[in-house]
């Protein structure tokens, strides 16, 4: 079981709830209610679509809380609040309507006692992470840091080499 606390509307929560249909995990999401952190339907058409394809199929599910989302889940992933360029009295706001789904120690607490914690980087301390929660016992992030180095470095000999075009 795998969930994902934040912004909802954003390209790195629609790659997990795609994934991990097709991977047969069980996805759970949640975010700020309102149009601009609303999922679209066309993915959530989509995952439905991918779920239907396999029995071994996973499954994603949008939540009314982040504790509902992460109770008992396996691995819990945030990503960035903030886009470059978000100041002010916008940043405020979203900050605000973010709050209620900031991984922190507490909501980590309610997932499986082995749980990890991702974030694909770059992440701000403080906001959709504590630095106890990133810097803790719990978190992965490096290693995915480190994981996403090797298969780069793959990408670019495959590139260089001429072997994709």
């Given amino acids: 079981k795998f969930a994902f ?29 309102g149009e601009d952190f609303a999922i679209e339907q066309s993915v959530l058409d989509e995952c439905a679509e991918l779920s239907a394809a396999a029995s071994n199929a996973g499954t994603v599910k949008v939540c009314e809380t982040a504790e509902e989302a992460v109770d008992g889940v396996d691995y819990v992933y945030a990503d960035s609040w903030m886009s470059y360029g978000v100041e002010g009295e916008e940043r405020d706001k979203r900050f605000n309507q973010l709050l209620p789904y900031q991984v922190n120690s507490k909501l980590m607490g309610l997932a ?18 504590t630095a106890d929660v990133i810097d803790g016992p719990q978190s992965i992030v490096f290693d995915q840091a480190e994981n996403r180095l090797h298969a780069q470095k793959a990408l670019l000999v495959k590139l260089i080499n001429k072997e994709i075009v």
């Fill in 5 to 33: 606390c934040g912004d909802l509307n954003n390209n790195v929560t629609y790659d997990l709830m795609r994934t991990g249909c097709i991977m047969g995990m069980d996805v759970r999401v949640a975010g700020p209610k």
């Fill in 112 to 129: 499986a006692p082995t749980a990890k914690f991702m974030n694909c980087l770059p992440a701000m301390r403080g906001e959709e992470q």
